[in-house]
Nanobody
Framework: QVQLVESGGGLVQAGGSLRLSCAASGRSVSMYAMGWFRQAPGKERESVAAVNWSGGSTHYADSVKGRFTISRDNAKNTVYLQMNSLKPDDTAVYYC?????????????????WGQGTQVTVSS
């Protein structure tokens, strides 16, 4: 069993930055692809970014491309999401997820592990 705990959310002004962290415990996630998702009020959950097991391949939603960076430190069993140039539209609860595949392209995220989420609020 894997437990994921997100941290680093908060309130920031538009144009600012935040760095989210997702710490895994229970067992190593170093062989699993990891992803960040978000859900804004009244909207469906959407994928933000994903990284394969080694960190060598990443994928981003068009809305965050060039502003967000996903990375991982397998030695620390932790995944990060660096968010720069934040916009009010980025306001959401951000969730970390681990799937049971090493490559995000093969992920069935709903069958993986999920954290409880961290709130990110961007003021205009």
């Amino acid at each position: 069993q894997v437990q994921l705990v997100e941290s680093g959310g908060g309130l920031v002004q538009a144009g600012g930055s935040l760095r989210l962290s997702c710490a895994a415990s229970g067992r190593s996630v170093s062989m699993y692809a990891m992803g960040w998702f978000r859900q804004a009020p009244g909207k469906e959950r959407e994928s933000v970014a994903a990284v394969n097991w080694s960190g060598g391949s990443t994928h981003y939603a068009d809305s965050v491309k060039g502003r967000f960076t996903i990375s991982r430190d397998n030695a620390k069993n932790t995944v990060y999401l660096q968010m720069n140039s934040l916009k009010p539209d980025d306001t959401a609860v951000y969730y970390c997820a681990s799937c049971l595949s090493s490559a995000y392209i093969s992920c069935e995220w709903t069958g993986g592990y999920w954290g409880q989420g961290t709130q990110v609020t961007v003021s205009s």
